[in-house]
């Protein structure tokens, strides 16, 4: 049986990619410590989802403790990890910085020390489109340079793309990192938009908008996500790039991969969607950018699409509409 490792398990996108791996037949650990960044009910209710399949061996602890994955590596011999395991957030990186250097750095040097004494087939980490930071051309590519990130989170998940692709180079570790674009579905996570305006509008209060609503997001649906990841698993990074836009290293088995919509959305779109889901309209408060925030993202996904055949298939309103139903069916309301 094919064995992996999820860091993140009980989050937002780790739940959903357990279950799909749990039901393609795979053995899935799932490395979870359960923080109190947001509630930390729903994040064991994720976790109750998947304990009834036999194949689902749930691990709480924190991914940063000396010492805990390389014995998890030298115990279970990963074929497959993948690393979702971090503290998120541009706002709370502001509030509190620590919390991103103990779990993004220290907690991705303890994966890659586990990976280097016990290398699993593959290996990939999340890192965020937030790296691409003040870049103003668009659509994002993964070639595109991004050194001007515009708030802390940022800049600590551009670090864990650096010191991945240094292990890669020096101990052949077969790694990619692929780059987020706002993900948003069912079992999302309470400190997203989509969750905070459904809440808001269900319970007849205002909602707040940033910038006067003039900002756009490539925003991607939870399943085309897990597509993407899963395509990726099978597309492990070797010596010869697949096309020109190719982001393969010169000088490592490493590869940088967006995964997005490719299709951005404005915000008072979004915002639209979740009232006609709702069946109500939203009472707006108009305030200006926040500080770490960027007005727009957009994600060039040729790459994901020449490596795996990638082609996203639920537009917002459709997501939308089924985040709402989750909302509604979890919450009672």
Not at 13 to 37: K, Q
Not at 121 to 128: D, I
Request: charged residues 25%.
């Amino acid at each position: 049986m094919r064995n992996a490792l999820i860091t993140g398990s009980a989050g937002f996108i780790g739940y959903h990619l357990s279950a799909r791996l749990l039901s393609e037949g795979w053995r899935v650990t799932g490395l979870d410590c359960l923080s109190d960044y947001y509630d930390v009910e729903l994040k064991k209710r994720r976790h109750a989802l998947l304990a009834p399949d036999p194949n689902f061996a749930p691990v709480i602890g924190r991914l940063e403790d000396p010492g805990r994955l390389k014995a998890l590596f030298q115990d279970n011999r990963f074929d497959l990890v993948i690393h979702l395991a971090a503290q998120a957030g541009v706002r709370h990186s502001i509030e509190a910085p620590r919390d991103y250097v103990e779990a993004n750095l220290i907690g991705t040097f303890e994966l890659l020390e586990a990976a280097r004494a016990h290398p699993p087939a593959h290996l990939l980490l999340a890192s965020t489109s937030s790296v691409y930071g003040a870049n103003a051309d668009m659509p994002y590519g993964e070639r595109d340079k991004a050194d001007t990130q515009m708030s802390f989170y940022a800049a600590t998940k551009k670090a864990t793309e650096a010191m991945a692709h240094s292990y890669a180079h020096l101990y052949r570790l077969p790694t990619t990192m692929f780059r987020f674009f706002t993900v948003y579905g069912p079992w999302g996570r309470p400190d997203m938009a989509h969750f905070k305006f459904t809440r808001a509008i269900l319970e007849g209060r205002p909602i707040d908008v940033y910038n006067h609503g003039q900002m756009q997001r490539d925003f991607t649906y939870i399943d085309d996500l897990v597509d993407g990841i899963l395509g990726l698993t099978a597309a492990v990074p070797g010596d010869v790039p697949v096309s020109e836009h190719d982001s393969l290293s010169p000088v490592a088995p490493f590869r940088i991969v967006n995964i997005g919509g490719s299709r951005p959305t404005k915000l008072l779109d979004y915002i639209a969607a979740i009232e006609a889901a709702c069946g109500r309209e939203a009472e707006k408060v108009m305030h200006p950018m926040q500080p770490g925030d960027v007005p727009a993202t957009w994600a060039d996904t040729r790459l994901l699409t020449e490596l795996t055949g990638y082609a996203p298939k639920v537009p917002v309103p459709e997501g939308i509409q089924r985040f709402v139903d989750w909302y509604r069916d979890y919450y009672k309301i």
